[in-house]
């Protein structure tokens, strides 16, 4: 039963005698034999795909993905299995079977996010787009839509339009998620709009846990250089939760500002300390250490920034410019 299982499947760049070695070695065994036992059950199937996923076998968990699916033609299988394709550098496919699935379920915000990210990925920006329009032409109050809509837009560099996707989101929904999202689009964009949303979400936290909208309050506080308000509401972060390193950072660009670059330092420090993966903290001890003069510790922290992040441009402009 195995061996007719296994003749019949694709097994795509996998030899046929390869694919029966590995799937009856003794890591995957079991699987293959409830297979055998039970071949119309898709757990197996799906169990078995997952597994030689985890131990990169992707092109062999192919077969095992889709004959689940044939099985049990429900979303959460049709999602794995795309996932798949995408590993196995199928984008094409993925596409047109989500394509088939949408038309069954033509309302799951989950199948268009998915096709949106891969159109994304093979840079089809508008038909990405596009996936969250026809969502909302059928239901103009899914929040869940908007939402990714505007992150979407975000990543595409529209920000009003991100902004305006983000506002019809938290209308429909006003939520913690998508309102601290909106509230640090409005922070960046020095929107006057930003401490009235965020007092909302801090009155939305009942427990009283959360430090990220004192942090965007303060965020906003700080690029309209209302520094004293500023420093309160990154302190507040800071005592309800110590770790919060970026709350460190942006109080020590208040004093890097203003030029206490002492003071900036030693909260700079503080930062990493708290994680030493920040890199925009070691990337402010750079320029810190550039303004008081000391070229080399300076260059030592902007290589540091860039073996965080590697994409890090002002690290990249501090080192040519000191080498220069």
Request: overall charge negative; aromatic content about 12%.
């Amino acid at each position: 039963m195995i061996c007719l299982l296994l003749a019949g499947c694709d097994f795509g760049d996998t030899k046929g005698n390869d694919a029966d070695k590995i799937l009856n070695s003794a890591r995957y065994k079991m699987l293959t034999d409830s297979i055998g036992r039970y071949p119309n059950d898709p757990r197996p199937y799906a169990d078995r795909g997952l597994f030689l996923s985890q131990n990169n076998q992707h092109e062999l968990a192919t077969p095992d993905y889709k004959k689940a699916w044939d099985l049990n033609p429900e979303e959460p299988m049709a999602l794995e299995y795309v996932n798949n394709l995408l590993l196995v550098n199928k984008p094409r496919e993925a596409i047109d079977f989500l394509k088939e699935c949408i038309a069954n379920w033509p309302q799951s915000t989950d199948l268009h996010r998915r096709l949106s990210e891969i159109y994304e990925q093979i840079n089809q920006p508008t038909r990405a787009i596009a996936q969250y329009d026809e969502l909302l032409l059928q239901d103009s109050l899914n929040f869940e839509a908007w939402y990714n809509k505007g992150i979407l837009l975000a990543r595409l560099k529209d920000t009003a339009a991100a902004i305006a996707a983000l506002e019809r989101s938290y209308a429909a929904q006003p939520i913690y998620y998508n309102g601290i999202t909106l509230a640090g689009f409005y922070a960046t964009t020095e929107n006057p709009k930003t401490p009235a949303l965020c007092d909302e979400l801090i009155a939305k936290d009942q427990s009283g846990a959360m430090p990220d909208a004192h942090f965007v309050k303060g965020l906003y506080y700080s690029y309209i250089h209302k520094y004293d308000t500023a420093l309160a509401l990154f302190n507040e972060c800071i005592a309800r939760d110590w770790r919060f390193a970026d709350a460190h950072v942006e109080k020590g660009i208040i004093f890097f500002d203003k030029k206490n670059y002492e003071e900036a330092l030693k909260i700079f420090k503080t930062a990493i300390t708290v994680s030493n993966t920040n890199a925009d903290a070691f990337y402010w001890i750079g320029r810190t250490y550039e303004e008081t003069g000391q070229k080399d510790l300076a260059i030592q922290n902007y290589k540091r920034t860039l073996v965080l992040d590697q994409k890090y441009v002002d690290a990249m402009e501090g080192i040519r410019r000191l080498r220069e």
